[in-house]
């Protein structure tokens, strides 16, 4: 290897180090912990368990992977904020706003979603046993892949949701109304109650 070859492969790795470096800057930049709760904060991946959060507004927040354990989030305002992969055991999300929200593989043990406005959030694949969505507004929400055993519907607008391969056993859909056709294709069904609720005109049941 040529001496001129040879500084050009330490050059180039140079650059590359320092790419490297500035990249990982950016991105621990990025986020921060310790920021207040306004619109379009970047939490990603902070612990924020045990907290009181009631009434704040983190709409378009990056909220990926955060620990909301037993946090009460009422009345907050989440329209088009991103909650993927967030741990939302126990918390507390009624009468909150999510419009749009993303909630793909949240972990959300007895969450309490109850009267929560939803229009056309995303909660593919999460886990939500015996979460509470009673008189939740769910119209055109994609459960697609959630686990929702036990899970409340007591009320709640389902219109035009999508449920399809979800997991509905013991869940609670008495009281429900839709307006809209609902997505039910090779959802699991196990002493789910449905008593009352008009399903006539719902896709993939038989």
């Not at 040879?6 to 650059?15: E, I």
């Not at 593919?124 to 899970?151: C, H, Y």
């Not at 009320?155 to 979800?166: E, L, M, P």
């Amino acid at each position: 290897m040529t001496l001129r070859r040879t500084r050009a492969y330490a050059a180039s790795g140079l650059v590359l180090a320092v790419c490297t470096m500035f990249a990982w800057q950016n991105a621990t930049a990025a986020h921060n912990c310790h920021a207040a709760a306004t619109p379009g904060v970047n939490w990603h991946e902070c612990d924020k368990k045990l907290l009181i959060l009631e009434g704040q507004d983190l709409s378009g927040a990056n909220l990926f992977g955060v620990d909301f354990t037993s946090t009460d989030l009422r009345n907050s305002n989440l329209l088009g904020a991103n909650l993927e992969k967030a741990t939302l055991v126990r918390a507390s999300l009624a009468d909150s706003t999510a419009k749009g929200a993303r909630f793909d593989r949240i972990e959300a043990y007895r969450t309490d979603f109850s009267r929560m406005d939803a229009q056309g959030a995303v909660f593919a694949s999460a886990e939500m046993q015996r979460s509470n969505f009673q008189d939740a507004n769910l119209t055109n929400v994609d459960f697609t892949k959630a686990e929702l055993g036990r899970a409340q519907f007591h009320d709640a607008d389902i219109s035009g949701s999508r449920f399809s391969f979800a997991n509905l056993a013991r869940a609670d859909f008495r009281g429900a109304t839709f307006t809209a056709s609902i997505d039910f294709d090779r959802a699991f069904f196990f002493l789910t109650r449905i008593e009352g609720v008009d399903l006539s005109n719902s896709a993939g049941l038989s």
